[in-house]
């Protein structure tokens, strides 16, 4: 009965593709959506450039605008809805690779934290090191340490640990966010600010590392990501 109920419910939602709109065309042609798991599912996820008439629960255009995603899950479980960019690169390249969203998010009832853009790395090439890791996670957190509501940049060290950097309260409008990498500098900017700056990320200079954009869910409950551009350079 379960299994009927999820089919009925695929085909049952009526939207839009994000692809109908000409400034989502070309990110989608070279991205894949991951959902509800990175594994691929054949009622949701999206394979690479195919998003021509591809919408459903967890990503959908809404008011004819906004490129949407959406997950929850009732338990840890890293369910997620992203695409994730086919462009490989290495953080040591001396071309710079821009990752620039105008973005809003929505909590809902998410009762810990979710990622909504990364730098991860390629575990899937061959005769090269591998480390199914992501380098950088932006990522909204319902508490920490006494801090509620804020945005944070969390950053993979060389050592395995991890580094948390505040980027400040969350608004409740769209804002933008700039994620810059250039010969083994990180920067990170908010509505223009610059959050991070050069950060040395030299140790990761060996792997080869994609964008992602969307939902990561961290902790149980739902939460909702609205894209009013995306940029991928």
């Given amino acids: 009965m379960k299994k009927l109920i999820l089919f009925l419910s695929v085909f049952l939602f009526a939207c839009n593709t994000p692809y109908s709109l ?16 990175s594994k691929y599912n054949p009622l949701f996820s999206i394979k690479y450039g195919k998003f021509q008439d591809a919408c459903n629960r967890f990503f959908y255009l809404q008011d004819n605008k906004y490129m949407t995603f959406f997950m929850c899950q009732e338990k840890n479980e890293h369910k997620r ?12 390249s001396k071309k710079i690779h821009i990752l620039k969203v105008k973005v809003k998010i929505f909590p809902l009832d998410q009762k810990k934290e979710f990622t909504f853009l990364q730098i991860h790395t390629d575990d899937t090439l061959k005769d090269t090191p591998i480390i199914n890791k992501p380098l950088l996670r932006i990522t909204w957190r319902k508490k920490y340490h006494n801090i509620y509501d ?26 933008d966010v700039t994620i810059k990498v250039k010969d083994s500098q ?21 792997y080869y590392n994609y964008f992602k954009a969307g ?19």
Avoid: M
């Avoid at 809805?81 to 040591?92: G, L, M, P, T, Y």
């Fill in 22 to 37: 000409n400034k989502f065309k070309s990110i989608l042609e070279i991205s894949k959506l991951q959902a509800p798991y």
């Fill in 81 to 92: 809805s992203e695409i994730r960019f086919k462009n490989d690169f290495k953080v040591s």
């Fill in 186 to 206: 990180l920067s990170v900017f908010i509505d223009d600010e610059k959050k991070i700056d050069n950060f040395d990320v030299s140790y990761w200079n060996k």
């Fill in 150 to 175: 804020h945005l944070w940049a969390i950053i993979r060290l060389g050592n395995g640990k991890y580094t948390k950097i505040n980027l400040g309260k969350r608004v409740k409008q769209f804002f």
């Fill in 215 to 233: 939902v990561y869910l961290q902790g149980e409950g739902c939460a909702k990501v609205l894209f009013d551009k995306a940029i991928v350079k």
